[in-house]
């Protein structure tokens, strides 16, 4: 494989660029040090031109730190056809380097349209897994424009594929996508919604009811520092929360939170259900949970009772990633 030193204006790309080709970090690396690794190319053509299969990110932080110097290359082989110079790309990416999933879905598209292969065909040529080449199709349904918008703010095209097959109301998709944009949604949140709609009952839920469990798989997908401090206070409450009173209104709202949750769950219908079994077992967590707060009721009256039941009022309010419960006194 030769090297030869070549200006810039004889490199020539083919391929579909990338949205994002953050070149901040290898712009100071090429001042500093030179390009330490030269680019892959092909050819030359009848022009003396050359065809990148490797390096847009080193050859766009060049034009834009040395753009009058010449850049060092290697010549993988002589002149063949974008096809070819597309597979010889996938092959390199599937092999030595990771490319982001919008590049791969887009580069995949590409080399089975212009070829008319299947994926399998695609996935023995190159002696790959065919599930490898699978992996990037779902994002092939979703249009392109949408896909290089998500690209251009780096949010994640699986958590992208996801929203855009979710069967659920518009104006709800919309505002998963908008959340999207803002990368309140990532990776994550991606896997949780998948295992979800994997889920073998989730066909059973109306629309009000898929809306509900996305927003409680959504708020669930992640560890936000506010639950690793609930987690913290967990221990510490349970033992002495007077040593702990800067944190009592936190750990109160997730007290209240929680068992609007629980009281949530609870149809009335449950009765009509639960085996004698379950209904012993659910006397004594009520039980124990009604002696943990004895103090509640201590030295009231039932009619201070009731009087206390009807002061607090429970909302639910939906929030980009899940919703929330408000408590607030009628």
């Not at 999933?101 to 065909?121: K, T, Y």
């Amino acid at each position: 494989m030769a090297k030869l030193l070549l200006p810039v204006k004889n490199i020539l790309i083919d391929i579909r660029r990338r949205i994002n080709l953050d070149t901040f970090s290898l712009e100071q690396d090429i001042r500093n040090h030179g390009l330490k690794v030269p680019l892959d190319v092909e050819g030359p053509d009848e022009n003396n031109n050359y065809y990148l299969i490797n390096g847009d990110r080193r050859l766009e932080a060049w034009k834009n730190v040395r753009i009058n110097e010449l850049i060092e290359v290697k010549v993988l082989r002589g002149l063949t056809s974008r096809l070819e110079r597309n597979k010889e790309r996938l092959q390199m990416h599937l092999d030595i380097k990771p490319m982001p999933g919008v590049d791969f879905q887009i580069l995949i598209e590409d080399i089975l349209r212009e070829s008319g292969m299947s994926d399998g065909d695609l996935a023995k040529e190159l002696r790959r897994d065919k599930r490898r080449i699978r992996k990037y199709k779902p994002g092939s349904e979703v249009p392109e424009n949408v896909r290089e918008e998500v690209a251009k703010v780096r949010g994640s095209q699986d958590m992208l594929e996801v929203i855009y097959v979710l069967n659920i109301d518009v104006d709800f998709k919309q505002r998963l996508y908008k959340s999207l944009l803002s990368r309140k949604l990532t990776g994550d949140h991606a896997k949780a919604l998948k295992r979800l709609v994997g889920s073998s009952v989730y066909g059973r839920l109306n629309e009000h009811q898929r809306v509900r469990a996305i927003e409680e798989a959504l708020q669930q997908a992640t560890f936000t520092k506010v639950e690793a401090e609930l987690v913290v206070l967990s221990e510490l409450m349970r033992t002495k929360p007077s040593d702990h009173q800067d944190k009592f209104n936190t750990w109160m709202s997730n007290i209240l939170n929680n068992m609007g949750k629980l009281a949530d769950y609870l149809h009335p219908d449950l009765e009509l259900l639960v085996s004698p079994l379950q209904k012993k077992q659910l006397a004594r967590a009520v039980g124990e949970i009604n002696k943990a707060v004895f103090w509640i009721w201590k030295d009231n009256k039932k009619s201070d009772q009731s009087s206390f039941e009807t002061e607090l009022e429970i909302l639910r309010e939906s929030t980009d990633t899940g919703y929330r419960y408000i408590f607030r006194n009628r």
